[in-house]
C-alpha cells in the first residue's frame, strides 16, 4: 500500500507539471539544490559514460548576460537558481589520457549519448525540484548565442552548451497544457500514420478550448497551426558550425 501511494504522488507531479516563469524573492537553500542534483544523477547514462556537466551560474552579471544572450528571458535573470546544461566530453578525455589512450569523440554517436545523457539528467532535475515545491522553465534559448555563452562560461573543446534551467519558488503558476492523447504517441507494433487525420483534428479541439480559457495570453490558436507555423523555418543553423568548433564532425 505505502508503495502505490507513494507512486501516486509521483506520477501525480509529473502529471501536473508546468512551467514557472515567475518566481518569489525567495533563495532555494544549497543543501537543497545540491539534494536535486544528488537525486537527478540517479539518471541513466550510456555505457555509464555520464556526459554532461552542470554550470551553476551564481554571479547575477553573468545571469544578467545569459538573459540578453538567451533572448531577454526575464526568468533568467529572476531565478534563484540557473543551471546550464552541457555535453561534457572533457572529462572522458581526462579519463583516456591516464592510460595512455588519445579518445575518439568525433563522430555523431558520442555527440547523441551526450546529448541524451544531458537530457536524462535534466528532466531528473526538474522532477526532484518540483517534489520539493520548487518550480521551473527550460531555457532552450542557450542555443541562440552558444559560442558567446560557451566563453562566458569558459567552455572548453568537447563541452558544448545545450539548454538552461532556471529553478525558483513559485509566484504564480499556469494551468497544465493538455498534452497528446496516448493514441496518438503510442504505436502498437507498426507504425500507423493514418490515425493522425482524427486524432489531430480533435488534438486541435481540446487545445484551442484551453488557448481561449487559461487565466493569461488567451489566443484563438491550435495545436497543429502553431506547430505550423514553428516547423515552416529553419532555425539556429549556426549550431553545425558550432559544434563542429567544439571538435564533433556530427559524421
Known sequence: MTKQNSLSEIVNLMRNHVS???????VIPKEHLLEIIRAAQGAP????????????????EKKNKIAELTGNQKQVSDCSDFLLFCGDLKRLEYACKKHGIAIEHDTLENFMVAVIDTALISQNVITAAESLGYGGCYVGGVRNNPGQISELVRLPDKVFPLFGLCLGVPAKRNEVKPRLPLEAIIHENEYNEEKYLTILDEYDQIMN????????????TNWTKTMADFMKEKRRLHMREFIERKGFSLE
Open 209 to 220: 478550448d484551453y488557448y481561449k480559457a487559461r487565466t493569461s495570453n488567451n489566443k484563438e
Open 20 to 26: 514557472v516563469r515567475r518566481y518569489t524573492t525567495d
Open 45 to 60: 547514462s550510456s555505457h555509464f559514460v555520464q556526459a554532461y556537466s552542470i554550470i551553476h551560474v551564481t554571479d547575477q
